[in-house]
């Protein structure tokens, strides 16, 4: 039986909600890199705190802790669930 899974992309995300990263789609190897280095890997909890308007970039908390500018065409690339939902 295959599970639907409500994930969507991180720049969907309203400001102040707490989501969990579930998966990264397709980027290039320095991306997944940069994404590495920040603490932005899957299961990881973020929480949107700032998103610039005219797609500018999304500041979010990653696990509570450090805050991140992420390019809105990488958010796209960030699917993420409910904090709360079971994988």
């Known amino acids: 039986v295959m599970v639907k899974q ?3 992309a991180l720049n ?3 400001h102040g ?3 969990q990263l579930k998966r990264i ?3 290039s190897p320095e991306e997944l890199r940069y994404l590495a280095s920040i603490g932005l890997t899957t299961g990881v909890l973020i929480e949107v705190r700032n998103n610039a308007p005219l797609n500018g970039p999304l500041l979010v908390m990653v696990n509570g802790a450090e ?3 992420i390019d809105y ?3 796209m690339a ?3 669930s409910d904090k709360n939902e079971k994988s």
């Open 67 to 69: 805050l991140h500018a």
């Open 78 to 80: 960030l699917m993420v």
């Open 25 to 27: 789609k397709n980027r």
């Open 73 to 75: 065409r990488l958010a």
């Open 6 to 8: 409500n994930w969507i």
């Open 12 to 14: 969907e995300i309203a």
């Open 17 to 19: 909600v707490q989501v």
